[in-house]
């Protein structure tokens, strides 16, 4: 049987299959860069234009294979875009949908700059699946950002043509990898790669300096906690929830944890095991008292942390350094620290320039972790995560549950989950409790195992309180399930208690994307069949259904835009891009009305301007963003410039625009909906959205386990939240059953009524 599809289709997005170099340094501060002369020399030609071939059987000087699949990486002289080579990525009779090929280059991450940009000209032919370029940025033993056209779900032209790729370059960065990469069946050339850190050109770029911490000298945990808990009394939980409280506190309060002087996982796990044995509270506190005493603070005061009032969104939480459980000397102690001098530039922490959501930088992902035996290492995950979001979510306030309470709660969980899979649940469960659509787990082998790697090729949607198949894969033989039938029960189970089985391990914003997310994975099952009962035409029926290697649903193909009518104009917006808004909007001029459909996410960002210039009379205010803080963790501020959409233009669309969106409008998409909303005649009609937005971080916990939060604020400029609530709408407009069985898209239908009737009233 062919590996699962959808594992390397997800893990083509998260990673490429090579060891990921460690950048362990010593202790110190900053000093001269130490890069020996044949790294100097390395960065002159990283043979990026593949005119380096020493052997004509292998690929050029310093590429190799990477992906899996059975397309052959061949050098081409023949059809090039300039000097004497290209590669070209062929597939052949045995070549399968998801497979995925490219040649990749690794380079050290040894130059000062905020970005690094991959360009290079690639040429297709035959191709159906997005690919071509990839870049990734590694550091603290994983991937820190991850780009790519098949991420992007581009797919390369027929002609030579230029593409790019950039992303952040943080410090803590060791290795940059770029590739190129040909997804299932057809032909890919690729030539002339060129690398820019801020726009200069790799070989002119300059050299960074080497910071040295004495944090990476302390490597006495490297391979784990030695700490394993066979058994909690009602003690041991409240000496480890104030542990959790008191160490998070430290990590991202006490100057000397900022200056990297410490390894604070490693200053966890020395005092776990006296924390553990404490008796009382008594004895615990004075644990806590030489713990702290421990770390040398300097006596400068920071008085500039208490900006004005009314900019302020979320002030840190210090109540329960009041705990009556504290002695009044330990909370004294802790106090303290609170408005101490600290650096912008924490060891574990920054905000991206540019953006100002948090960056947890130097996190380390205990790879080979040992779920069974290593307790400490599944509180630190518990430990790490929880302070994240306490210090740096800036929607903390609007989980459902009080978050102070969360970490109580999940200590038990976490030390009885013993296994690799109940560890990843408790992780799972966890992060939902934040209530953030963005927040979930990267593939895991673990959890898709458990989710079933095998699915009915049919696509299913929450509708009317029920789960409907919606869509039937193109070039399934097994019609089995059709279009508008209702799914009552799966494999015994009820749909209701399905949904109450799954709700909690499904992170999500809001009911309405949690419900769309189980219904994706409904179908889903580790057995080659599943047994439904279904609804059709008002009659039971009892099937068994055929089920096969899970994969990506196939695209449905949409124009970008067209004319419903002569009068009123369409634009799917997920595939609209910038260049063509100029031809989208002169073929709009006269019409009367322009649905724009924002029901998927918009691949190119730069149209929320170029098609936002033509849809606003002036600059508009359109967003309100907070930014946390690194100078006082907790804090979220109201940023003083926000971004405005528009121009001043006379010229303006004066046609009504309809803004068409749905529980998978999220993130950009919600962006992007919040801007055009803003136009002299624009409505937003449809149902609640994902309802998460603002720019992500992703977070690192033991056992390699890959998740994100949003890290910054967006809000109207009224103050008006949008997260879990979702994008204001002016209508609400939901799909039926009857109108999905009759093929109808009736939220379009609804926006093209709208049109006609305001041109009626007018």
Known sequence: ??????????????????????????????????????????????????????????????????????????????????????????????????????????????????????????????????????LRVDGDERTLYFQSMQRERLIASEEWTEYFLTLPLPEEADTIHISALLMGTGKLWIDSFQLFIDDIEISQAPLKSIRKYKANEDTEFHYGSKINITSHSQQT????????????????????????????????????????????????????IRWVDRYETSDTRNDSLSPENENIKLFPNYDWIDNNELSETLSQKLKSLINIQRQSDHFYINLNPGLGNPNFRREKPY??????????????????????????????????????????????????????????????????????????????????????????????????????????????????????????????????????????YTPASNRDRQLSDIAIDLLRTSQDKISVQIIRSGNTHYLEVDCFPNRIPPEVIKETFKLISSDIGYIWLETLKSEAVEEVMNAFKDTKGIIIDIRGYPRDFSVLHTLGNYLLPQPTDFVLFTIGSVEQPGLFIFSEAPPIIGINNEDYYKGKIIIIVNERTMSRAEYFSMAFQTAPRAKVIGSITAAADGEVSGIVLPGSVQTMITGMGV?????????????????IVKPTIQGIIQGRDELLERAIEIINEIEKEN
């Open 237 to 288: 939980l409240l000496n480890l929830e104030l542990l959790g409280r008191i160490w998070g506190f430290m990590k991202y309060y006490h100057p000397a944890v900022a200056d990297g002087e410490y390894n604070w996982d490693a200053e966890l796990f020395r005092v776990m095991p006296d924390v553990l044995e404490a008796g009382d509270i008594n004895e615990l506190n004075e644990i806590f």
């Open 367 to 504: 790879t080979q972790m040992n779920v069974e035996e290593d307790s400490g290492l599944r509180l630190l995950a518990l430990y790490r995560y929880w302070n994240m979001v306490e210090y740096f979510f800036p929607y903390k306030y609007q989980t459902d549950e009080d978050w102070s309470r969360v970490l109580s709660k999940f200590i038990p969980i976490f030390l009885d989950a013993k296994t690799e899979l109940s560890y990843k649940q408790a992780i799972l469960q966890l992060i939902a409790h934040i209530n953030d659509t963005h927040s979930i787990i990267w593939f895991d082998n673990a959890l898709e195992t458990w989710k079933g790697l095998n699915k009915a090729p049919f696509n299913l949607s929450f509708i009317e309180d029920n789960f409907v198949v919606t869509t039937v894969w193109e070039g399934n033989e097994y019609f089995t399930l059709q279009i508008g039938d209702i799914i009552t029960h799966v494999d015994g189970k009820t749909t209701k208690q399905i949904i109450n089985d799954r709700l909690p």
């Open 1 to 134: 049987m062919q590996k699962n599809g959808i594992n390397k289709q997800l893990f083509c997005i998260i990673a490429i299959t090579m060891l990921l170099l460690s950048c362990a340094t010593t202790g110190g501060n900053f000093v001269e860069n130490s890069l020996n002369t044949e790294q100097a020399k390395q960065r002159e030609d990283y043979n990026l234009a593949f005119e380096i071939i020493s052997n004509p059987d292998e690929l050029p000087d310093g590429w190799v294979k990477w992906g899996f699949g059975s397309q052959s990486i061949q050098v081409d002289s023949i059809i090039k875009y300039t000097g004497k080579h290209s590669l070209r990525i062929e597939s052949v009779e045995t070549t399968q949908e998801n497979d995925w090929v490219g040649p990749g280059r690794s380079i050290p991450a040894i130059y000062s700059g905020e970005t690094i940009t991959v360009k290079a000209f690639l040429k297709a032919e035959g191709v159906s699946q997005p690919g071509g370029l990839l």
């Open 715 to 731: 809000y109207y400029p009224d103050g008006r939240q949008t997260q879990r609530v979702g994008i204001a709408l002016d209508e």
